[in-house]
């Protein structure tokens, strides 16, 4: 997904509103989101998804539950998120879609890097933390 700084600088944009701060990532992959947060319990989680193997759009609320209580990690292929959105209480942020960008509103700053960590997880942890770097570096305030 992130090949360098310039694509980074346009994907992802980093807000801060008092001691809280928003992050939209345009573009995320949607089943990477499900399998890096696959076993966190969701509070009022709501969720839009194409069943490729079914071919039939579905749709799931409930007000707690994990993505791991409705698929196993083997049928995340099957999947194509359309969107989705809740509460992690453990991390204490809220997430949605709209159209193709995540939004993750709410993040408390001890648990921003942690974010980005997550969310990068498969980049060199040297290059995580230039990004890291030039998102505080873009910071805007609401």
């Known amino acids: 997904m992130i090949t360098d700084v310039q694509k980074?600088?346009?994907?992802?944009?980093?807000?801060?509103?008092?001691?809280?701060?928003?992050?939209?990532?345009?573009?995320?992959p949607k089943d990477e989101f499900m399998?890096?947060?696959?076993?966190?319990?969701?509070?009022?989680?709501?969720?839009?998804?194409?069943d490729l193997d079914a071919r039939i759009n579905k749709k799931i609320t409930n007000y707690h539950a994990k993505f791991a209580d409705f698929f196993s990690t083997e049928n995340l292929s099957t999947i194509q998120l359309e969107s989705t959105s809740g509460y992690?209480?453990?991390?204490?942020?809220?997430?949605m879609t709209e159209n193709d960008t995540f939004i993750f509103n709410y993040i408390h700053r001890n648990f921003l890097s942690q974010l980005i960590d997550i969310l990068l997880a498969e980049l060199?942890?040297?290059?995580?933390?230039?990004l890291k770097t030039e998102l505080l570096i873009n910071l805007e305030y609401d």
């Open 88 to 95: 992690f209480k453990l991390h204490d942020f809220y997430f």
């Open 35 to 50: 399998q890096r947060f696959f076993n966190d319990e969701v509070e009022d989680l709501h969720l839009e998804y194409f």
């Open 124 to 130: 060199d942890c040297n290059f995580i933390s230039r």
């Open 8 to 28: 980074f600088n346009q994907l992802f944009q980093l807000y801060q509103k008092d001691d809280r701060y928003n992050l939209y990532i345009h573009d995320f």
